[in-house]
């Protein structure tokens, strides 16, 4: 059985950071992604990242300030994030795409791309 469970989240002033875990298990997969839903807003790809880590991508309003990586001890997904600002305000979702082909990330990807979800975590950054 397939289970992403992210932890992590909570309640920072702007500037601040947090690093969000995400537990994968039970599975195969080719990429590993971070995602994020807005009161009233559809969901936005964050950050993706290939399996072994050779293959990054981030949305332009987070270069420099989050890092996606993987730990191959445990395989566990992080994304830390650093200067936060209260747009970054979401629901977060680590996410995964089974199978061994790993393509060239160089745009957003859709969420129906990837097949597993954690139940997400909040994140709350006040002014």
């Given at each position: 059985?397939?289970?992403?469970?992210?932890?992590?989240?909570?309640?920072?002033?702007?500037?601040g950071?947090?690093?969000?875990?995400?537990?994968?298990?039970?599975?195969?997969?080719?990429?590993?992604?971070?995602?994020?839903?807005?009161?009233?807003?559809?969901?936005?790809?964050?950050?993706?990242?290939?399996?072994?880590?050779?293959?990054?991508?981030?949305?332009?309003?987070?270069?420099?300030?989050?890092?996606?990586?993987r730990?191959?001890?445990?395989?566990?997904?992080?994304?830390?994030?650093?200067?936060?600002?209260?747009?970054?305000?979401?629901?977060?979702?680590?996410?995964?795409?089974?199978?061994?082909?790993?393509?060239?990330?160089?745009?957003?990807?859709?969420?129906?791309?990837?097949?597993?979800?954690?139940?997400?975590?909040?994140?709350?950054?006040?002014?």
């Amino acid at each position: 059985q397939v289970q992403l469970v992210e932890s992590g989240g909570g309640l920072v002033q702007a500037g601040g950071s947090l690093r969000l875990s995400c537990s994968a298990s039970g599975g195969t997969f080719s990429h590993l992604g971070w995602f994020r839903q807005a009161p009233g807003k559809e969901r936005e790809f964050v950050a993706a990242m290939s399996w072994r880590g050779d293959r990054k991508y981030y949305i332009d309003s987070v270069k420099g300030r989050f890092t996606i990586s993987r730990d191959n001890r445990d395989n566990t997904l992080y994304l830390r994030m650093n200067s936060l600002k209260p747009e970054d305000t979401a629901v977060y979702y680590c996410t995964a795409r089974p199978g061994r082909t790993v393509v060239d990330i160089s745009e957003p990807r859709r969420p129906n791309e990837f097949e597993y979800w954690g139940q997400g975590t909040q994140v709350t950054v006040s002014s």
